[in-house]
């Protein structure tokens, strides 16, 4: 699918949950997309509060209240100018397992998430409904960044708008599909790229090579190949660049370990305060 058709966007009605569906509506608005607004009640939850009461009542309740708040939001977004729809189903799940599976089911071109907790707590990825996404996801994830403001949640989309400047970061190698991905989101977006590769042992060659396949199809793109830590190197050259989107694409050798151990993808999500657009590992594409 093409990029920016079908945006899912999970709302778990926390006081993220409104400037999420406002930088969604924003996107949708420009390059007429759908909005597919989605929420999943937590598993843990209904284990943590239903002992010795009855469960299917309180499950009723929460599904009923959730109807209610899913009804107010799709208003809010028609209000706002979007195309959106309410995704039938609320399921009762492990929140990041059950987006994961309906951005596939409805055929979402991207999922549009933001962090929800601020200061310390977002330096912990373990538990997070979000970066757990960017892992499961069959589809690309943009993970937005929250903040604090005057005592409210903020979402802060650089002034050119997310388009603008896309910083596609290449650690290892690249797919083929990601680079038709990203090719045809900046043709979309009239975006220009800035290839990042940080380099290691011999890897620099293929960055010529992306750079020129890139070039071929019409994309403006530069390109810097540098040395250090991965994710300092690629956020610091992201932000010098003045870039408003991160592209990163999922490694399949990253697998179940780096949930607990970290891996670059993780630290640039922990510590980038651009926009992040993450691509599922190739062979993981539904």
Known sequence: MDPLVRLLVPLDFSPVSEPLLQIAVSISKQYSAELVLVHVI????????????????????????????????????????????????????????????????????????????????????????????????????????????DDKAAIIVPEGGLFSTIAYAITGTYSEEALDYVTKLASKTKSKIVLIHVRERDSGEFVDEVARKLSYRGVDVEKVVTTGRPHEAIVSYAEAAGASLIFAERRLHEGIKSLFLGSTLDRILNSSRIPVLVHPAASERT
């Open 42 to 149: 937590e598993d843990s939850i209904i284990e943590h509060v239903s002992a010795g009461y009855n469960v299917s009542l309180i499950v009723s309740e929460l599904e009923l209240e959730a109807r209610r708040k899913l009804e107010s939001y799709k208003s809010m977004a028609e209000k706002l100018g979007a195309r959106a729809a309410i995704y039938d189903e609320i399921p009762v799940s492990d929140p990041a397992a059950a987006i994961a599976e309906i951005a596939s089911e409805v055929r979402a071109s991207e999922v549009v998430v933001a962090s929800r907790g601020w200061g310390l707590r977002r330096l912990f990825s373990i538990g997070s409904t979000s970066r757990l996404l960017v892992k499961l996801s069959p589809v690309p994830v943009l993970f937005l960044r929250a903040y604090k403001q």
